[in-house]
């Protein structure tokens, strides 16, 4: 049985794969003899390596194909294998059915261990070879080096030994050099595989001189070579318009770079200044607490040392008059008539009380009237605030700080200017009920219990924001029956039903007058119908430093349904119109999501 075992194996081999191993052997001997007595010839280390793990071959043995590799190297190969139940060469891909037995080739590993202690060399460093991403040398046999130029002439790529040539032989010399390409094949023509060295202006294409006299006769034909000297002398235009354009954009840069420095530091000094300023208003408002509190409580040590001293005049009194209530009671209880009667004369007369009747009490209302009085400073400071807040607002947006930017495409982009409303309870028209935390309006059947305001509109059904509006904002607004979506500048007039007050009827206020079937739009009582999908959700766009004001209908999409192109002199407010009798109307501003 074990001879047999033998015979198959041999079999498995052949005596083809014995010869080339013997070949192979011969090679490596004769690269021995080049190695001991040529001292220039430098053995690479690719001739003892396994082409699996790019290694010195370790336990070496050689398939039936003559190829040899580490033995664990090949078997694992064939491992993968298995299941195929054919097993390969995994450099020439010769098969074998059934899998080879391996084993170790001890001429081959004796030969490499003898080459290690013999002074087998590693390939030069100088030596690159080539990746899967670099152009590999046409002419270099194994394993091939980096090419380092390809030839136009000879279409083919070389490494440095190999393209000497190029250097020192005459007739090569003449050749086109170029940086190494993959793509030399397509200097040739696919119908004549000819080079192609012409140019068809007529047909924008590379040809050949055949082509040139076949399909492309008649047609405007020259050189590849003259042809790329024309593009060549656009080119270099173009190269310096980009040039001139890269300095220019460098200037622009250094110029921005410059900007920024200078915001930052205006920046800066205007917040240290600010602080400042602020430090100082809170520490007049400090101050003046102070002084209210000490004014306080000195009215209250006075009032109080007089109560006191009222106190004890009263109790003084009412020890005297307890005196007094004995001696008429002792005199009472006496049994003696005439004792009685005698000393009933010498009683004083009782004296009128000067205290009690002018005694009010007035529990925790003392000082109610310093408690208005700063509630009145309060709301006063809060206006001047929110007026000075307002100016300060504006001044920021007027700081030239950045560039133009274009209007949003889609509502994602108009949700980053998003911005909360709220609406003014003093500016409401008594018919219009707030909710919703000021954020919803709606028209009332009768008058609601407002307390008297100078912002109010007497007569337009309609109420303004709290917010000043200034730089880029944006907001939505549903709305039920029949209302207007506006914004005004806040020195609108209030009082009386004139073209004065209504929104979209003068030039301090713009409008969407929104409907059912429709919607138009007014300023300065000049009124624009508009067609366009209608939606019960509207969406108002405003830039207010380049003075853009745009109006959306929101649903699955946006609709632009108007644009203002204009210059706002002031801050802008949210505001809303609601129609008189209209019953059920309603605008709610919605949050932003």
Known sequence: MAEE??????????PGAAHRGFVLMEELVEKLKLLNYEEEVLLDRETFSCSICLDLL???????CGHSYCMKCIKNFWDEEDYKGIHSCPQCRETFTPRPVLKKNTMLAALVEQLKKTGLQAAPADLCYAGPEDVACDFCSGRKLKAIKSCLFCLASFCEKHLQPH???APLKKHKLV????????????????????FCRTDQKCICYLCSVDEHKGHDTVSAAAERTERQRELEVRRENIQQRIQDREKDVKLLQQELEAIKHSADKTVEDSEKIFTQLIRLIQKRSSDVKQQIRSQQETEGSRVKELQEKLEQEIT???????????????????????????????????????????????FEDVTAAVSELRDQLQDILRDAWTNISLRLTEVDVSLSEPEPKSRAGFLRYSCEITLDPNTAHSYLLLSEGNRKVTWMNKPQSYSSHPDRFTDWVQVLSRESLTGR??????????????????????????????????????????????????????WTSISGPGSSRVGVY???RAGILSFYSVSETMTLLHRVQTTFTQP???GVYVYYWSIGGSAEFCKPK
């Open 5 to 14: 075992g033998r015979r198959g194996e041999e079999e498995d081999r052949g």
């Open 58 to 64: 370790k336990d070496p043995v050689t398939i039936p």
């Open 167 to 169: 250097y020192d032989v």
């Open 179 to 198: 940086e190494p390409s993959k793509n030399l094949q397509e200097n040739i023509c696919s119908r004549h595989d000819e080079v192609m060295k012409m």
């Open 320 to 366: 005297e008059l307890k005196r007094k209530d004995a001696e008429l009671k002792q005199l009472s209880d006496t049994e003696d008539h005439n004792q009685f009667l005698h000393n009933y004369p010498s009683l004083s007369a009782l004296s009128e009380s000067t205290h009690s009747s002018s005694i009010k009490i007035r529990p925790l209302s003392y």
């Open 473 to 526: 904002c944006y907001w939505e607004v549903e709305w039920r029956e029949k209302v207007y979506v506006a914004v005004a500048y806040k020195n609108i007039s209030r009082a009386g039903s004139g073209n004065e007050c209504g929104f979209g009827y003068n030039d301090k206020s713009w409008a969407l007058d929104c409907y059912q079937k429709g919607s138009k739009f007014g300023h300065n009582n000049i």
């Open 542 to 544: 405003l830039d207010h």
């Open 572 to 574: 802008l407010h949210a």
